[in-house]
């Protein structure tokens, strides 16, 4: 790199570029090009274009273990799935439904939790590099190590949990792994504890880039901390807020770990995540026609759920305007 | 600290005396630190603690890790739990950590390497569709992730990749995020560094490698480091694609073990600390890649 800065330096120098021989520079040709988008495009075509339309493509056909061919049947997979009687699709609306609370209750907090905890980190105190560290650090152990854990702290008789809420006089017989609504509350407070510090170093940074004048400017006006929370602070971080909203959904519905390690699906199989059922229909069942169309039914859900974030972002948006 | 003492208003030699400032609310300001340092302590009780236990219970014994008597620090530390999982035949912890490391590894040079020059590319060089292409890898960003399950096993299956390293490392690396982060990277560096290179005749490659990569390290590196972590955690697809025992990545292993010593909390601990380790060294090493990258995730979003 040095010597080619040098020489070229040394160049322009010693003889002024030569008019008659300068032509357009031509940038590169589309083969150059071709060499560096190959390697990425070739898996991208195969692992990620392929798959969405062979997902819709296997969601219209029958296609299962022991079953000759694979013949088109419309919407009938769907069809089966929305009448509800069959036992696939019980079980499979049982997993959207767990989903359904899971994500009901922990996308809330993992929107309003985080946010606080960036503002105190957003504060000047000695060490905040380091708090900030910590408070992400149990993201990076990976839901197998946490899922393991908090199976471990919640269990029922040996739990450090219930030993706690004993020790202080509360009720410490509580079946967190194994009963309803406790399980519910185990599975929605470890997903807050292990990834509240992914979505508040997000929102860190969106703070960090609100203009301190602004703060000045409000604080002159007369505004105190919740007047400038509210006219500054929000929508300073509204493109990020929209962006935290739409990805902690995404993750909620995507949740698969903590179910089967922290209750392991108890009881029953009540919370069997919808992406875990479909995994055990398509992955161990091969019953590759149905599972692609749950995927399609849970995927869709999700676009118009994130549509509807966007469509309510919007709103609020132009109400401020 | 500094900040709550009000700053001496600067008097110049001829300027009008200004009144001294109001003394500072000491008395209210005092309790509020308080209350911060608090909060903030707490907060990493909540998030230390749970850890160390996990640490704690892996160096006590059978009899006390079943002891309704919980105490906090092991009574007798032993090294039992870790001599009896790492001897285990059976459940070769060591082996899946081997794995682990390997896929891992795997998956982010493949990553890197792949997006990289995509990256590129996409940022500088001239070619059709280039636009198309574009749109093509952000659209699959809003692509929900349950959608490629299905048909990776089908894919996975078709290549007689199931229970493969390859299976592990291949499908996921041609991510949107990793081509779309370094994109933004290449496109702020100023063209005329490379339209000098060009003019002494370095030829696209030498354009990359000897400069615009250099350039693009912190990136490079944010992104290598936050595959090596989305492999190294990957739950759902390792417990569904691979199936001999020896195979197993540490998460999935994990699993198994928790089938197989339902309450064995100490054999449990020792297993998830012996696969917390390697992470938490790359979490000291390069925690400022991992939380830059996930900011930056958010702020360019």
């Known amino acids: 790199m040095t010597q080619l800065m040098t020489g070229h330096e040394a160049r322009r120098l010693d003889d002024p570029p030569d008019v008659t021989t300068r032509r357009p520079l031509r940038r590169n040709s589309p083969w150059t090009a071709l060499a560096f988008l190959l390697p990425f495009f070739a898996l991208f075509v195969v692992f990620v274009i392929v798959p969405v339309g062979s997902a819709v493509w296997a969601s219209l056909h029958r296609w299962s273990l022991g079953l000759p061919g694979r013949p088109w049947v419309g919407g009938d997979n769907y069809a089966e799935l929305f009448a509800g009687t069959s036992v696939t699709s019980v079980e499979f609306w049982k997993g959207m439904q767990a989903t359904g609370i899971f994500s009901a209750g922990s996308a809330p907090l993992l929107i309003v939790i985080p946010l606080a905890l960036a503002l105190l980190l957003h504060q000047k105190f000695p060490g905040r590099t380091f708090f900030r560290a910590v408070y992400f650090a149990p993201y990076v152990f990976g839901v197998a190590v946490v899922g393991l854990l908090w199976h471990y702290l919640l269990d029922r008789q040996l739990g450090p949990v219930n030993q706690l809420l004993r020790a202080v006089g509360l009720p410490g017989d509580i079946a967190w792994t194994t009963t309803l609504p406790a399980g519910w509350v185990a599975l929605i407070g470890v997903t807050v504890w292990w990834t509240v510090g992914f979505n508040a170093v997000i929102y860190l940074a969106a703070l960090q880039d609100i203009p301190k004048d602004l703060y000045e400017a409000a604080t002159i006006d007369g505004a105190g901390a919740w007047r400038r929370f509210l006219a500054v602070t929000l929508p300073g971080i509204r493109r990020v807020l929209q962006f935290v909203v739409t990805i902690t959904i995404i993750a909620c519905a995507n949740m698969y770990g903590q179910s089967a390690l922290i209750t392991q699906e108890q009881p029953g199989t009540d919370t069997r995540t919808a992406i875990g059922f479909i995994a055990q229909t398509g992955i161990e069942g091969f019953d590759i026609g149905t599972s692609s169309a749950m995927s399609m039914i849970l995927a869709v859900s999700l676009v118009v759920v994130s549509a509807l974030v966007l469509l309510a972002f919007r709103k609020v948006g132009d109400l401020e305007q | ?301």
């Open chain 2, 1 to 301: 600290m500094s900040s709550t003492e009000v700053t001496p208003v600067n008097r110049g030699p001829a300027g009008p005396v200004v009144p001294p400032p109001p003394p500072p609310p000491r008395v209210r300001r005092r309790p509020r630190r308080l209350v911060l340092g608090l909060t903030v302590l707490a907060l990493t009780a909540v998030f230390v603690v749970p850890l160390l236990l996990m640490v704690s219970t892996s160096f006590k014994s059978v009899e006390e890790a079943n002891s309704l008597d919980f105490s906090l620090v092991p009574q007798e530390p032993t090294l039992a739990a870790y001599r009896e999982i790492l001897g285990s035949a059976r459940l070769p912890v060591l082996r899946w950590l081997g794995n682990s490391l390997l896929v891992a590894l795997l998956h982010s040079a493949l990553v890197v390497t792949i997006s990289t020059t995509a990256a590129y590319a996409l940022a500088r060089l001239e070619f059709p569709f280039r636009r198309t292409m574009l749109g093509l890898v952000l659209a699959t960003m809003f692509v929900p992730g349950v959608i490629f399950l299905i048909p990776h096993f089908l894919i996975v299956n078709e290549l007689g990749w199931l229970n493969s390293y390859a299976s592990l490392v291949v499908p996921s690396a041609a991510g949107a995020f990793g081509v779309i982060f370094l994109r933004q990277f290449f496109l702020a560096v100023n063209p005329a560094i490379e339209e000098a290179a060009r003019i002494d005749g370095a030829n696209q490659w030498q354009i990359f490698w000897h400069m615009m990569l250099p350039l693009a390290k912190p990136a490079v590196a944010t992104l290598a480091v936050l595959a090596f972590l989305s492999s190294w955690n990957d739950f759902l697809w390792p417990v569904f694609v691979l199936f001999s025992t020896d195979m197993l990545t540490l998460p999935a292993g994990l699993a198994q073990l928790q089938g197989e010593f339902a309450s064995r909390f100490d054999l449990l601990m020792a297993g998830a600390v012996v696969a917390s380790v390697p992470v938490l060294v790359v979490y000291v090493v390069a925690q400022r890649y991992i939380i830059e990258g996930v900011s930056q995730g958010g702020v360019k979003a």
